[in-house]
């Protein structure tokens, strides 16, 4: 079962979406198994979950809430579970955004100010500047600009910072020693800059193998989070379905890149346009039964 959702996302967007996931540098996520409590706990190695309705008057996300009985159960084994889609029947998708690379602070304002929810998948390389950014979005004004202050910026607006790795690799080509060495890397990173340690973990360009599940579990990882659809420059969005619909459940992957700000305003627009709430990723894992 929890091979099953991860297994169908991954083919999917392996099959269909390679060159697109590999030219923006993507990647995948997951969470640690037997964690704690989750919801609001922040501090001192504690997981990462929303703080809901803690953030200050008007600010922080708000995403759905599940209602009883609406989530069905994502069954976990021995290793973390792979997901790529939220089983619900309710009209609700979940944002992601990956990587790091370009920095504009109207980015956050927008989470912060219109009360967004998503999660954010932070990529060392990125977030330091080091290396080549991703330049699929156009001309990059921000790269770089807040370094991990801009992602404390985030995490006070109320988005988890997840794992994504220290270097973006293609772990199917990595020993498990050196897929731990990058997550469990990312995440003592992430940690010692941010405050709070990830619990999901995202694989760049969805690639995994079993190596990879074990060492996210060795990292603490309760999941591994994958996506359904990924939304290109100008508010696109690129499914992996034929019928080119949003679904319930769906897991939408985005990327810092410039012009963010407007291509998020107009991806929110037209998902609320389909009838469709943005859901509290947190909230609907916990109700999975991932933790
Ligand atoms: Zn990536």
New binding site residues.
Partial sequence: MTMFWGRRGCGRITAALAATALA????TSQAAPGGSARPGARSDGSPQARPQGSQGAGSGPAGALPRPGEVGRIKAGALPPVISSIPTERKVVFLTI??GWEQDPGFVRQVREQRIPITV?A?RQAVEAVGTPDRSGGQARFVGAGKWDYFRRLAEAGAPIEN?TLT?PNLRLLGEAAQRQEICGASKVIRREIGARPVLF?P??GNYNDATLRAAKACGMSAVLLWTATVQPGGKIAYQVPDKRLRPGDILLL?FRPNLERDFRILVNKIKRRGYELGDLQAYLKAAGVR
């Avoid at 923006?24 to 990647?27: D, F, N, S, T, V």
């Fill in positions: 923006a540098g993507c990647a990956d990587d998948f990529m994504h973006h995202r760049p360009f990327h």
